[in-house]
């Protein structure tokens, strides 16, 4: 069974770094052409991709977050971790980590239960 | 960036309705477009890949079309577990969600 699960702090300070972690389980980040991605959603709002990372180590980030994020992952430990820099109130949201199904294009097939994350001093 | 629109942003349905949402490029993407439903505290979940191509485990009355700019997610006869918010998601180039539309009883 194909699980991943987010897990990092609830609340964090503005100006601080948030730093994500997903561990998935069922499936190995070293597979061919396997992926993951991180998407947030703001409480009310739609859904936002963040970044993404590849078996082969290819990376790509939000254009209007770039400067901000930086994505990685532990094969051996089957995590993708995501930091976030300079956190502000606007980026209170939940956070999803979600598997990559690279068929005629990137779908996102299995995602995370969501962990929520609130900016506030 | 490729935006992305949807119409109507919210609808009131019926059991047993045909509902149609609609989602639109800013430019052509081909056929690289995705659907998800998302209920109320649940993650989203992969209803339509590639325009047209029905995830493993949907419901047949799922069903997508379009191609270029201009695309469809059809429920053929909505059942209750069908209220949510449907989101269209472009994978042409770095993905984009359109806004959603929320499905909710009439």
């Known amino acids: 069974q194909v699980t991943l699960k987010e897990s990092g702090p609830v609340l964090v300070k503005p100006t601080e770094t948030l730093t994500l972690t997903c561990t998935v389980s069922?499936?190995?980040?070293?597979?061919?052409?396997?992926?993951v991605s991180w998407i947030r959603q703001p409480p009310g709002k739609a859904l936002e991709w963040l970044a993404h990372?590849?078996?082969?180590?290819?990376?790509s980030y939000s254009t209007s977050l770039k400067s901000r994020l930086t994505i990685s992952k532990d094969t051996s430990k089957s995590q993708v971790v995501l930091t976030m820099t300079n956190m502000d109130p606007v980026d209170t949201a939940t956070y999803y980590c979600a598997r990559i199904l690279t068929v005629d294009g990137d779908a996102f097939d299995i995602w995370g239960q969501g962990t929520m994350v609130t900016v506030s001093s | 960036d490729i935006q992305m629109t949807q119409s109507p942003s919210s609808l009131s349905a019926s059991v047993g309705d045909r509902v149609t949402i609609t989602c639109r490029a800013s430019?052509?993407?081909?056929?690289?477009l995705n659907w998800y439903q998302q209920k109320p505290g649940k993650a989203p979940k992969l209803l339509i890949y590639a325009a047209s191509s029905l995830q493993s485990g949907v419901p047949s009355r799922f069903s997508g079309s379009g191609s270029g700019t201009d695309f469809t997610l059809t429920i053929s006869s909505l059942q209750p577990e069908d209220f949510a918010t449907y989101y269209c998601q472009q994978s042409y180039s770095t993905p984009i969600f359109g806004p959603g539309t929320k499905v909710d009883i009439k």
């Open positions: 069922g499936f190995s980040l070293s597979n061919a052409r396997m992926g």
């Open positions: 990372i590849f078996s082969n180590d290819e990376k």
């Open positions: 430019q052509s993407i081909s056929s690289y």
